[in-house]
C-alpha cells in the first residue's frame, strides 16, 4: 500500500505536467532566441514616423487617381516578445490579417493583440490616423519595454485587393543597449486571401489561401500585376518607417499624441521608374480593298493598351496593311 506522501507527490507531478502542457499551448509559437533576448535596465521611448513615397513618379503603372485615389490606411503596431507574431512572411495570414489587408479594420487584429497581452506576449498597441496621399507622413510615440523589445506593424495600401506594408518582428534592443536610430525601406506585401491582380480589382478571394508573399518587380509574373516592372531589378520602396530614440523625463508619464511629426524630415527623392508602351495583339486582317488589277491592300491594327510614362519605350505602329494577292481582293460597286 503506497504512503499518503507518495500519493501527493504523484499528484503534484501531474498537475504540473498539466501546467506545463497549458502554458505551451497558449503562449503560441516559439522561435529561436537569435539573441533576441533584451537585457537593458529599463524602458525606451521612441518616435515611429511612417512615410509613403508612393508616387506616379515611382509607381507610375496604373497608378490611382480617384474613386479611391492612393493613400495609406490607418497604421497598427504592437511591441511585442517573441511568444507573439502579428504576421510573417511565408505564413498564412490570419482572420485578422486579412480583414486588415482587404478592407483596412483592425478589430480582429485588435482583439488578437489583446488576447496576447493578457499572457505578457504583447507589450502595448498603437495606431495612427491614415494618410489621405500615397505621398505623407503620420507618426506617434512607442515605449517599449526589455520584455517586449520586438516591434511588428501593419499599413494597408489603397486602394489594393490585399497588399500591405509593415515590419515582422523588428528588434530595438541589441544585448543591454536600446538601439538609439532604426529606418527600414518597406516593400509590398500579398496577404494571399485575394487574388486580385490591380489596384482597383474587384473581391476574388483566393482558394485555397495562400501564405504572405512579398511583391516584386517580376512577381506576381503577370503583365496585368500593377507592380509588373519587368525592366526593375527591385521596386523603389513604396514607404519606410524611422525610429528615433527620445530621452524620456521623469515627470513626463503620458505619451505624446499621435501625428506630431519632428522636424528634421528630409523628403526622399528616387529616380523616375521608366514604363513602358503596351498594346493589344494585332486583330484580324481585313478584306482585300482596291484595284484587283494591282493587287490591292488590306489592313490590321491594334490599341494601347498601357501609355508609356517617364522616358519609357514609346508606343508601336498601331495600324498595318499589305498587299493583297488578286484571288482575294474584292471588287468595289
Known amino acids: 500500500m ?10 503534484l507531478q501531474q498537475l504540473l505536467i498539466v501546467l506545463l502542457k497549458l502554458c505551451l499551448t497558449f503562449a503560441g509559437p516559439l522561435r ?55 504576421w510573417g512572411e511565408g ?22 493583440a489583446k488576447e496576447a497581452r493578457k499572457r505578457r506576449a504583447v507589450g502595448a498597441m498603437y495606431r495612427t490616423a491614415g494618410i489621405p496621399n500615397g505621398i505623407g507622413h ?22 489594393s485587393p490585399d497588399w500591405f506594408v509593415g515590419v515582422d518582428s523588428l528588434n530595438l534592443c541589441e ?13 509590398p506585401y500579398d496577404a494571399g486571401t485575394d487574388s486580385g491582380f490591380t489596384f482597383s480589382s474587384p473581391n476574388f478571394p483566393t482558394i485555397p489561401q495562400e501564405n504572405i508573399s512579398k511583391i516584386t518587380s517580376e512577381m506576381p509574373n503577370h503583365p496585368a500585376n500593377s507592380f509588373y516592372y519587368p525592366r526593375l531589378k527591385d521596386l523603389p520602396p513604396i514607404a519606410s518607417i524611422k525610429l528615433t530614440r527620445q530621452r524620456r523625463s521623469s515627470d513626463r508619464q503620458t505619451p505624446m499624441s499621435n501625428h506630431i511629426l519632428p522636424n528634421s524630415i528630409i523628403p526622399r527623392h528616387f529616380s523616375a521608374t ?5 498594346v493589344s495583339l494585332w486583330s484580324s486582317w481585313g478584306l482585300c480593298l482596291g484595284s484587283c488589277s494591282r493587287g490591292g491592300v ?34 468595289l460597286q
Open 91 to 112: 505564413a498564412p495570414a490570419s482572420a485578422g490579417v486579412q480583414n486588415f489587408s482587404e478592407i483596412g479594420v483592425t478589430v480582429e487584429l485588435m482583439k488578437a
Open 32 to 86: 529561436p532566441l537569435n539573441g533576441t533576448e533584451c537585457t537593458a535596465k529599463g524602458p525606451a521611448s521612441y518616435i515611429l514616423v511612417f512615410t509613403g513615397h508612393w508616387s506616379p513618379h515611382a509607381f507610375p503603372k496604373q497608378y490611382p487617381l480617384f474613386r479611391p485615389p492612393a493613400q495609406w490606411s490607418k497604421l497598427m503596431a504592437v511591441s511585442h516578445n517573441r511568444h507573439f507574431r502579428l
Open 175 to 187: 544585448g543591454s543597449q536600446w538601439k538609439q536610430e532604426v529606418t527600414v525601406d518597406l516593400q
Open 298 to 331: 488590306r489592313h490590321r491594327t491594334r490599341y494601347i493598351l498601357l501609355r508609356p510614362a517617364n522616358a519609357g519605350v514609346p508606343c508601336p505602329e498601331m495600324e498595318e496593311q499589305t498587299k493583297c494577292v488578286s484571288q482575294s481582293c474584292m471588287r
Open 274 to 278: 521608366p514604363l513602358d508602351c503596351e
Open 138 to 159: 503620420s507618426s506617434t510615440e512607442l515605449l517599449t519595454q526589455p520584455r517586449n523589445s520586438l516591434l511588428s506593424l501593419m499599413v494597408k495600401i489603397i486602394p
Open 2 to 11: 503506497m504512503s499518503s506522501e507518495h500519493l501527493t507527490c504523484g499528484w
